[in-house]
């Protein structure tokens, strides 16, 4: 497998913009997440999702976020209008419902907001 | 969830362990604890998880005291390509309550 995608790897956008960050989980998980790390606020769970169905989204900031998982291979990550503050390095992650649970994540794509 | 505590930084000799410490002394009876790392710019690695055992992998060991409210993660045979932030995180194993919270970590630096 090739692990969890997420594409792109950079985007730079203009504040305002809308931002669409887009991952693949690995074939057969069940568990989506999606994280955000800065420097100053460490790695941060936003949103995760079971079964293509958000179970806790506590960690969106504000409504300006959204996330989505229409099937099972695919989820995204919008932002709108997108603000300086949102610069950072965004995560996805993937698990299985059985096992240890452990997370595999992607790249992650970095985020610059000017 | 339960809360850990861990050294910000430590520092290993390339070939000696490693022995990553982390307090969680409010853990609750269904929740494991998990170990992850980060080397820079990628993405965090699982490395080992337990729940009252101690566990071994082919990246490491992790022993976890009998009262659970401490482990210690150990790398026998510490490489450069190890140097990270290592994380201790505590949780309940799947379910509605299933997350990772991730605090600062411990910044291991393996030195030549």
């Known amino acids: 497998d090739a692990g969890v995608i997420q594409s792109p790897r950079h985007e730079v956008t203009e504040m305002g913009q809308e931002v669409t960050l887009r991952c693949k989980p690995i074939?057969?998980?069940?568990?989506l997440f999606w994280y955000r790390q800065t420097m100053m606020r460490g790695l941060e769970l936003l949103i995760y999702?079971?079964?293509?169905?958000?179970?806790?989204d506590s960690g969106m900031p504000e409504d300006r976020f959204s996330a989505k998982m229409p099937n099972a291979s695919f989820s995204t990550l919008k932002i709108q209008p997108s603000e300086p503050r949102d610069s950072a390095v965004y995560f996805c992650?993937?698990?299985?419902?059985?096992?240890?649970?452990?997370?595999?994540f992607g790249p992650g794509t970095r985020l610059t907001v000017t | 969830d339960a809360k850990t505590t861990q050294p910000p930084s430590m520092d290993c000799a390339e070939g000696r362990a490693a022995n990553l410490p982390c307090n969680h002394s409010?853990?609750?009876?269904?929740?494991?604890v998990y170990w992850y790392r980060q080397i820079h710019s990628q993405g965090p690695q699982y490395i080992i998880h337990?729940?009252?055992n101690n566990e071994t992998n082919e990246m490491a060991s992790l022993i976890i005291t009998e009262d659970r409210k401490s482990s210690t993660l150990i790398l026998p045979h510490a490489t450069l390509r190890d140097t990270a932030v290592y994380y201790c995180?505590?949780?309940?194993?799947?379910?509605?309550?299933?997350?990772?919270?991730f605090g600062k970590g411990t910044l291991l630096t393996v030195n030549p």
């Open positions: 074939s057969g998980h069940d568990y």
């Open positions: 992650a993937s698990s299985s419902d059985t096992g240890s649970y452990e997370q595999y």
């Open positions: 409010t853990i609750s009876g269904n929740e494991y």
């Open positions: 995180i505590v949780s309940p194993n799947g379910g509605s309550n299933y997350k990772l919270t």
């Open positions: 337990g729940l009252k």
């Open positions: 999702f079971n079964n293509n169905v958000p179970i806790d």
